[in-house]
């Protein structure tokens, strides 16, 4: 993984100029994984070939004899484990342990403002309302709060209250009815970051809910800033692979795959 440096810092070429550095980096080590590829396929003693076109492209299967792949060193099993200790070299320090939970919801982020969560509990849904704008939650991939390491899976959306309009008013125009998604504040909050959980029966919300949500807006409250270079680091990247890809198209070529039957396999019985 590469990181670009932060948003704020240093100029629009600056960063292009690393975004397409990174592209060259990874572009040299797949062309040098092909090759190394291409060289067991040469060294490859062919029995049997089949081929499939597929497109502009051929696949090729080619059934071999087995290849031999170099020793690697085996462990032995054994693994020396380095006590901890304290200022008391008699005493041990007690490590915390870490609990590990999964995080799936997902959030409506409406005009940069505030934010819906659907959260998820078997199949219980439970609707939660907060003034934090949820722009850079896909960027969250785990972390740990409280002892508690999450990882976390889930979708955001952004909804314009713009684009929702004009899709009203088009719809309208053609004669159809729209539903639009924009959704106003159920609630009113306070200028401190806050959530609400919507429900009828306070005491059927899971108290797993609360922990879960409240560790995963305090995590992206704590890290916005790095989310969110992290998100237009991402855009960036992905703009730049789109230019290269565009000013540098690969030639289709052939796919070739090699295959061969274990010892003491049937197929290799059959063959016999």
Known sequence: MFALCNANAGSDIELQTEAETIIQAERNAKQQRKAEIDAEIEVAVVEEEFHHKQGRRKVVLRRVNPLVKPQTVQANGEIEVAEILSANPDQKCEIPLVRL??????????????SEITFRDENTEFTIW??????????????????????YFGFIDKISSELEQERVEKWIHKGHAYETRWKELPVV??????????TEEPESVPEK??????????HFLLEEENLRVAYLNRKMMSAARAKHSAENPETPEDSVMLFWPEKNSRYLENAQ
């Open 189 to 198: 909050f306070s200028e401190e970051p806050e959530y609400v959980v919507i």
């Open 209 to 218: 809910l609360y922990e879960q949500t409240t560790a995963l807006l305090t």
């Open 101 to 114: 939970e999964m995080i799936q919801l997902n959030a409506k982020n409406y005009d940069d403002l505030y």
């Open 130 to 151: 907060t003034n934090i704008a949820l722009n850079y939650l896909q960027e969250i991939d785990s972390f740990t709060f409280d002892n508690v390491r999450y990882d």
